[in-house]
C-alpha cells in the first residue's frame, strides 16, 4: 500500500475528541493494526508492506503496533520504557484497565543512540554478548575470546551486517551461503543479533559482527536502530517478514484471548553417594520422554543429564501431573541404585541446568518475551540460592529463546524448576499468565530500567529486585486471569517476600513424594 492509499484508510472514520486529536472511530481499520511513524526509504518499505502510516496526531488503539523508524519516529510520543519506573499502584492501574497502550517499537532508539560506545559494549557484555563496538576491531581486545594457541594478528575476519525485525533477522549481508558451516552461521547470527537489539530495548535494527574463518566466534562492531543500505533482494525479504508479522498481529489481537499451549524439558542431575554425577544415558533413552540430554565437555559430546519430555498442556496442573508421572517412571528405572537427584540452577558445579519452557498458539514477540522475563525469570532470580547466578549468562540470560519448528518458541531463561512440586506448579503458572497477557503487563517491567538489569545479573543486595518483584505481583494480581492461578503463583512471591530461597542439595524425590 502506498503513503497516500494508506493515509486515506487510516484517515476514513476518524472523529475529534475535545482535545483535537485524532481518534478512530467505527470505520477505522481493525483491532491489531501495524502502523509506521517516519519518514524515510525503511518507513516507505514498511509502509508498502502491509504497515499502515499513522496519521498527524493520530491515536492509535491499545491493540495496535506503532513502528517508529528514523529521527521523526515516535518522538515526542510516550514511550514503552515509562513502564520501567511505573510504580505499583501505576501498574495495576495500567493492567487493570485491560490494556498498556499501543506497542511502540524502537521508543527507546534516541536514548540508545546517545549512549557512549563504552557503555553499549557494557550493556551487550552483561547480557553474554561479545561486543568491541568501541574500538570497532575484534583484534582490539574487547569481548573477543581467541582460540587456544591463536594470535588476534593472524585471524583473517569476515564481517556481516544483520537486519533484524521483531524476534527474527531477514537479511544477512553478504549472505553466508547454503552449505551446513554457512546454515549455522546464519543461525547463530540471527539468534545474537535479535538478542542484541532485545537487550537494548529496541525492536529493530541493524547489528555488525566480525566472525573469524571458522563461523563459531564473532563479535558485534557495529550497531545502530535503523534499517538501510538493502538491496533488492535484501528489501524483499524483509517486506516478506513486516508483512507476515503484520498478519500474524491482526490475527492475534482482533481473535480474542490468546490461549497458550504449554511444554516444558527441565532438567535433573544423578549422583553417587561420594557426589560424583551417573550418566542418565545409563538409564535413560535419548528419545524418550523421561530421557537424557549431552552436554559438550572438552569437545566430546556427553549425556550426564535427565531431561523430562512431557506432552504439551494448556493446563499448568495437567503439565505439572505429566511430569510427576514422567518422575515416577525414571525412579522406578533407577530403583536400587543409590542415586541422589539434584535439580535447581547449579547444583553440581560446572554442571547448570535448565528447565526450558515451550510455546504453542502464541507468536514469539519481543513483548511476550519481556513479559516472560519480568513475570518470570525476575521471581526465579529471586528464589533462587546465593551461587546459582554463576551460570549467567551463558545460561539464564534475559530473554534467551528459540523458534522451533513446528511456529512455537522455546524460553531457555529460566534454570531447572524441579526442585519441588509447588515451585514446577508456579513457574507453569507464571508462564501462562504472562504468555497470554504480555499486551496488559506492558505497564508493569521492571527490567526495562537497565538498572534493574544490572541488579538481575549481579548476586549484590536483592532489595532493588524484591520491590520489582512486588510491583509485578500486584500487576499479576489485577489481571481476571489471576484468580484461577492464585493458588498456585501467590506461594512463590510469599517466599520472595520473606527472602526465602529454594535448597539445591536436598533430593527431588523427596519434595514430589516419590520412593527413592
Known amino acids: 500500500m502506498g503513503e497516500s492509499a494508506a493515509t486515506s484508510a487510516g484517515t476514513a472514520g476518524r472523529a475529534r475528541d475535545d482535545a483535537g486529536a485524532l481518534r478512530f472511530g467505527d470505520s477505522s481499520p481493525a483491532q491489531g493494526t501495524v502502523w509506521v511513524k517516519g519518514e524515510g526509504a525503511a518507513a516507505g518499505l514498511l509502509a508498502s508492506a502491509g504497515c499502515r502510516r499513522l496519521p498527524e496526531r493520530g491515536r492509535p488503539d491499545a491493540s495496535d503496533v506503532v513502528i517508529c523508524v528514523g529521527e521523526s519516529g515516535c518522538g515526542q510520543m510516550e514511550t514503552s520504557s515509562r513502564a520501567a519506573h511505573l510504580g505499583a499502584s501505576d501498574a495495576v492501574a495500567a493492567a487493570a484497565a485491560g490494556r498498556a497502550g499501543a506497542w511502540r517499537w524502537n521508543a527507546s532508539a534516541a536514548a540508545i543512540?546517545?549512549?557512549?560506545?563504552?557503555?553499549?559494549?557494557?550493556?551487550?557484555?552483561?547480557?553474554?554478548?561479545?561486543?568491541?563496538?568501541?574500538?570497532?576491531?575484534?583484534?582490539?581486545?574487547?569481548?573477543?575470546?581467541?582460540?587456544?594457541?591463536?594470535?588476534?594478528?593472524?585471524?583473517?575476519?569476515?564481517?556481516?551486517?544483520?537486519?533484524?525485525?521483531?524476534?527474527?533477522?531477514?537479511?544477512?549481508?553478504?549472505?553466508?551461503?547454503?552449505?551446513?558451516?554457512?546454515?549455522?552461521?546464519?543461525?547463530?547470527?540471527?539468534?545474537?543479533?535479535?538478542?542484541?537489539?532485545?537487550?537494548?530495548?529496541?525492536?529493530?535494527?541493524?547489528?555488525?559482527?566480525?566472525?573469524?574463518?571458522?563461523?563459531?566466534?564473532?563479535?558485534?562492531?557495529?550497531?545502530?536502530?535503523?534499517?538501510?543500505?538493502?538491496?533488492?533482494?535484501?528489501?524483499?525479504?524483509?517486506?516478506?517478514?513486516?508483512?507476515?508479522?503484520?498478519?500474524?498481529?491482526?490475527?492475534?489481537?482482533?481473535?480474542?484471548?490468546?490461549?497458550?499451549?504449554?511444554?516444558?524439558?527441565?532438567?535433573?542431575?544423578?549422583?553417587?553417594?561420594?557426589?560424583?554425577?551417573?550418566?542418565?544415558?545409563?538409564?535413560?533413552?535419548r528419545d524418550e520422554a523421561a530421557g537424557?540430554?549431552?552436554?559438550?565437555?572438552?569437545?566430546?559430546?556427553?549425556?550426564?543429564?535427565?531431561?523430562?519430555?512431557?506432552?504439551?498442556?494448556?493446563?499448568?496442573?495437567?503439565?505439572a501431573q505429566r511430569i510427576r508421572l514422567l518422575l515416577q517412571d525414571a525412579a522406578g528405572r533407577t530403583a536400587g541404585a543409590g542415586l541422589r537427584w539434584r535439580a535447581g540452577a547449579a547444583p553440581v558445579r560446572g554442571l547448570p541446568l535448565g528447565g526450558h519452557l515451550h510455546f504453542s498458539g502464541v507468536a514469539l514477540t519481543a513483548q511476550r518475551l519481556r513479559a516472560l522475563d519480568n513475570v518470570l525469570a525476575l521471581p526465579l532470580r529471586l528464589l533462587e540460592p546465593p551461587g546459582a547466578g554463576r551460570r549467567r549468562p551463558r545460561y539464564g540470560a534475559l530473554g534467551d529463546c528459540r523458534p522451533k519448528p513446528h511456529g512455537g518458541f522455546e524460553y531457555r531463561t529460566p534454570p531447572s524448576w524441579l526442585v519441588s512440586p509447588r515451585l514446577a506448579l508456579g513457574t507453569l503458572s507464571l508462564a501462562k499468565l504472562a504468555a497470554e497477557h504480555a499486551r496488559e503487563l506492558a505497564a508493569c517491567r521492571p527490567l526495562d530500567d537497565d538498572a534493574q538489569r544490572d541488579a538481575y545479573y549481579d548476586e549484590g543486595d536483592p532489595a532493588p529486585l524484591r520491590a520489582a518483584a512486588a510491583a509485578v505481583r500486584a500487576a499479576l494480581e489485577a489481571l481476571p486471569a489471576y484468580s484461577r492461578y492464585r493458588d498456585a503463583v501467590a506461594p512463590l512471591f510469599d517466599d520472595i517476600a520473606r527472602g526465602r530461597v529454594w535448597d539445591e542439595s536436598v533430593d527431588i524425590r523427596r519434595r514430589w513424594r516419590i520412593p527413592e
Open 292 to 319: 537424557c540430554d549431552s552436554v559438550v565437555v572438552r569437545g566430546v559430546q556427553r549425556w550426564p543429564l535427565a531431561e523430562l519430555r512431557p506432552r504439551p498442556s494448556r493446563e499448568p496442573a495437567v503439565l
Open 113 to 285: 543512540e546517545a549512549l557512549p560506545r563504552g557503555e553499549l559494549d557494557r550493556r551487550l557484555g552483561r547480557e553474554g554478548l561479545r561486543s568491541a563496538i568501541e574500538t570497532g576491531d575484534a583484534g582490539g581486545g574487547t569481548g573477543w575470546r581467541l582460540a587456544r594457541g591463536s594470535a588476534a594478528s593472524g585471524r583473517q575476519m569476515n564481517q556481516y551486517a544483520v537486519t533484524v525485525f521483531g524476534m527474527e533477522a531477514p537479511v544477512i549481508r553478504p549472505d553466508p551461503g547454503e552449505h551446513i558451516g554457512a546454515r549455522e552461521l546464519a543461525r547463530r547470527l540471527a539468534r545474537a543479533s535479535a538478542r542484541a537489539l532485545y537487550a537494548l530495548g529496541l525492536e529493530l535494527g541493524t547489528v555488525t559482527w566480525q566472525v573469524d574463518r571458522s563461523g563459531r566466534r564473532g563479535v558485534i562492531v557495529g550497531l545502530t536502530p535503523s534499517i538501510g543500505g538493502l538491496d533488492e533482494a535484501g528489501s524483499r525479504r524483509l517486506a516478506s517478514a513486516v508483512s507476515a508479522f503484520a498478519a500474524r498481529w491482526r490475527e492475534e489481537a482482533g481473535g480474542g484471548a490468546a490461549e497458550a499451549r504449554l511444554g516444558a524439558d527441565p532438567e535433573f542431575v544423578m549422583l553417587t553417594a561420594s557426589g560424583r554425577i551417573v550418566p542418565a544415558s545409563r538409564y535413560f533413552g
